[in-house]
C-alpha cells in the first residue's frame, strides 16, 4: 500500500495567551491516521490565515512565524521520504517522535514482524514450508488489524510492549475475528516467537510477554477406519478427476507423505532400501527432516499406475497432484459417494497412516515417528492416543496369554475380621 502523507498548521483558539494570542499547531496525517502538535509559534486569531495555513500581514512582521512553520513542513516531508527510502514503517507517531529527536532507528513491531517473514521467504523450501510463510504472514495482518483497532496506529514501538498488549491481542481475535481458542493460541504463539527474535536482536530488554499463558487443546484427528479405507480403495469412481484424487488420497494413507511433499516428489525419490525393496526416500519441506518409507503393495500399484500420466511426463514428478484447493473440494464429492460421513481432507489421509495403516498393526511408535518426518516423538505420540483398536487388540493378546497359563495363582481370600 502506497504512504500518503498531509500537513495542516492550525490556530487552537481554546488556548489563548494573554487573551490576544493562540497557538499555532500542526497535524501530521499518515494514511488517515493523524497526531498534533505544537510549533510554538502565537498569533493573533485576525491575523491567521486559515486557507493557506500562515499568518497573515506584511512580510517583515509575518516572516519569523511563517518561517519557522515552513521549516517544519520541509522536516517532516524529509522524515516521511527518509522513512520510505530506508524501508521503515510510517506513521504519523514516528515521525512526530523523528522530529522531536527521538531515534529514527527505534524498532516496532509490525516492522519487526515484516523483517523476519522477509527472512523466512528464501528459506521455503529448504527446511520450511510455504504453509509456515503464510502463517507468519497471516498473523502479522492479524497483529497489524489489531493495532488499528486498538490505538487507532499502524504500528507500535516495541518499547510500548506490554502484559495488556497480549491481553487485548487474544480478547481480539476471540471478540472481532470470532476466532476458536485454538487458533488464537496459533496466534499468539507466533506473536510470541517474534518478540524472542526482536530479543534476539536486542531491539527488546526484557519479554513483555513472559507470563502470558494462552492455553491450546490437541483438536481431536480424524482419520478412516479400516472398512472405510476398503471401501474407498473399492469404489469405483467413473469421473476422472476424482479417480485419480482418490488414487493420491490412498497413496498417502499408505505411505503418511502430506500434500505439499507429494505434490514435490520425482521418480528419482523412489529408491532400494537397505532390505532390497522400493522406498520413498526424501526430505520434508516442513522441517527438513528425512522421511524414509517402504512402499507397501498399494502405493508401488499407484505409482506403477500413473509413470507414463501425461502430467508427470510435462512436470517431471512422480504423482499428478492437483492444488490443495480443489482436492479437499473432490474429496468431499469423494466421501459423499462412498458413504463416509467424515470431512475428508488431504491431511487425514496422513492420519489414516499412522493409526489404522501402522500404529494399529503393531508398528512401534518409534518408528512412525520416523517414516512421518516427526523431529519430535511427542508429535507422534498424540496419534496414540486415539487408536483404542490397538489397546483392544493388545488386551485380547494378554488375555489369551493369560489363559493359556495352566496355573494361575489363585486370588487370597478375604478373612473376616
Known amino acids: 500500500m502506497e504512504n500518503s502523507i498531509s500537513v495542516l498548521f492550525y490556530l487552537r483558539k481554546s488556548i489563548i495567551r494573554k487573551k490576544t494570542e493562540a497557538p499555532i499547531y500542526m497535524r501530521i496525517t499518515v494514511?488517515?491516521?493523524?497526531?498534533?502538535?505544537?510549533?510554538?509559534?502565537?498569533?493573533l486569531d485576525d491575523k491567521w490565515d486559515v486557507k493557506h495555513g500562515q499568518v497573515k500581514g506584511p512580510k517583515s512582521e509575518t516572516h519569523t512565524v511563517n518561517n519557522t512553520l515552513d521549516n517544519l513542513r520541509s522536516k517532516v516531508n524529509k522524515i516521511f521520504t527518509q522513512l520510505e527510502t530506508m524501508g521503515k514503517p510510517i506513521t504519523a507517531?514516528?515521525?512526530?517522535?523523528?522530529?522531536?529527536?527521538?531515534?529514527?532507528?527505534?524498532?516496532?513491531?509490525?516492522?519487526?514482524?515484516?523483517?523476519?517473514?522477509e527472512q523466512l521467504k528464501p528459506k521455503v523450501g529448504h527446511g520450511y514450508a510455504k504453509a509456515t510463510l503464510v502463517k507468519y504472514q497471516v498473523t502479522c495482518n492479524k497483529v497489524e488489524d489489531f493495532i488499528r483497532f486498538q490505538y487507532n496506529r499502524s504500528d507500535v514501538f516495541l518499547d510500548e510492549l506490554d502484559y495488556q498488549f497480549t491481553v487485548n491481542f487474544e480478547l481480539y481475535l476471540k471478540t472481532h475475528d470470532f476466532n476458536i481458542q485454538n487458533t488464537v493460541s496459533k496466534h499468539v504463539t507466533l506473536l510470541k516467537k517474534i518478540?524472542?527474535?526482536c530479543l534476539a536482536n536486542?531491539?527488546?530488554e526484557k519479554n513483555p510477554f513472559i507470563n502470558f499463558k494462552c492455553p491450546y487443546k490437541d483438536p481431536e484427528r480424524h482419520f478412516l477406519t479400516k472398512d472405510e479405507l476398503e471401501t474407498l480403495q473399492s469404489k469405483a469412481m467413473m469421473i476422472n478427476r476424482l479417480a485419480v484424487v482418490r488414487d493420491m488420497y490412498v497413496f498417502s494413507c499408505y505411505t503418511g507423505i502430506p500434500f505439499a511433499d507429494m505434490e514435490n516428489l520425482i521418480p528419482?525419490?523412489?529408491s532400494i532400501g537397505i532390505d532390497g525393496d522400493k522406498w520413498i526416500i526424501f526430505n520434508r519441506i516442513k522441517n527438513g527432516s528425512r522421511s524414509?518409507?517402504?512402499?507397501?503393495?498399494?502405493?508401488?500399484?499407484i505409482i506403477e499406475k500413473y509413470k507414463d500420466y501425461p502430467v508427470n511426463s510435462s512436470k517431471g514428478k512422480l504423482l499428478p497432484m492437483y492444488s490443495n484447493q480443489r482436492v479437499n473440494g473432490y474429496l468431499k464429492e469423494i466421501a459423499t459417494i462412498c458413504g463416509i460421513e467424515k470431512t475428508l481432507t488431504f491431511h487425514t489421509?496422513?492420519?489414516?497412516?499412522a493409526t489404522t495403516v501402522t500404529l494399529t498393526n503393531g508398528v512401534p511408535i518409534e518408528t512412525v515417528s520416523k517414516m512421518l518426518g516427526h523431529t519430535s516423538i511427542k508429535t507422534t505420540q498424540i496419534y496414540s492416543k486415539v487408536v483404542d483398536v490397538k489397546i483392544s487388540h493388545d488386551m485380547k493378546v494378554l488375555k489369551e496369554k493369560?489363559?493359556?497359563?495352566?496355573?494361575?495363582?489363585?486370588?487370597?481370600?478375604?478373612?473376616?475380621?
Do not use: C
Not at 494514511?31 to 498569533?43: A, I, K, P, W
Not at 489421509?349 to 497412516?353: E, G, I, Q
Open 93 to 117: 507517531e514516528i515521525i512526530r517522535n523523528t522530529l522531536e529527536g527521538k531515534s529514527i532507528n527505534r524498532r516496532s513491531l509490525v516492522e519487526a514482524f515484516k523483517l523476519y517473514n
Open 268 to 270: 528419482s525419490d523412489v
Open 31 to 43: 494514511n488517515g491516521s493523524r497526531v498534533d502538535l505544537s510549533t510554538h509559534q502565537f498569533t
Open 292 to 301: 524414509p518409507v517402504p512402499l507397501l503393495p498399494v502405493p508401488l500399484s
Open 202 to 204: 536486542n531491539w527488546l
Open 349 to 353: 489421509a496422513r492420519h489414516t497412516f
Open 195 to 197: 518478540i524472542n527474535y
Open 402 to 417: 493369560i489363559a493359556a497359563v495352566k496355573e494361575v495363582t489363585p486370588m487370597a481370600k478375604v478373612v473376616n475380621q
